[in-house]
């Protein structure tokens, strides 16, 4: 069974930090590329982090640029999301996706594999 399975959400204060993991089974994430998605309550669901299949090329929303950072390892069939400097506007379900291409797409229907989410709140 091909899965995708995001973990290390939570709540967090502003200005802290979480790492999100996006481990697949069923399938070896080499030759996808790997994005973070969010979706706020009452919000359409954004792209907040792309990183190609080969890991070198990874891309960034606007909102997250410098706080953010996308990595991948693929001996551990995971991508990670390291998030910092968290603000009340990140708090979102976030969810990982893959797209079978060596290429990101910030379009969410082009990718092929959706894990469940995770839910991260940041507040006081």
């Known amino acids: 069974q091909l899965q995708l399975v995001e973990s290390g959400g939570g709540l967090v204060q502003p200005g802290g930090s979480l790492r999100l993991s996006c481990e697949a089974s069923?399938?070896?994430?080499?030759?996808?590329?790997i994005g973070w998605f969010r979706q706020a309550p009452g919000k359409e669901r954004e792209g907040v982090s792309c990183i190609k299949s080969s890991g070198g090329s990874t891309n960034y929303a606007d909102s997250v640029k410098g706080r953010f950072t996308i990595s991948r390892d693929n001996a551990k069939n995971t991508v990670y999301l390291q998030m910092n400097s968290l603000k009340s506007e990140d708090t979102a379900v976030y969810y990982c996706a893959a797209r079978k291409s060596d290429y990101c797409s910030v379009f969410f229907y082009e990718y092929d594999y959706w894990g469940q989410g995770t839910q991260v709140t940041v507040s006081s």
């Open positions: 069923g399938f070896t994430l080499d030759y996808y590329a």
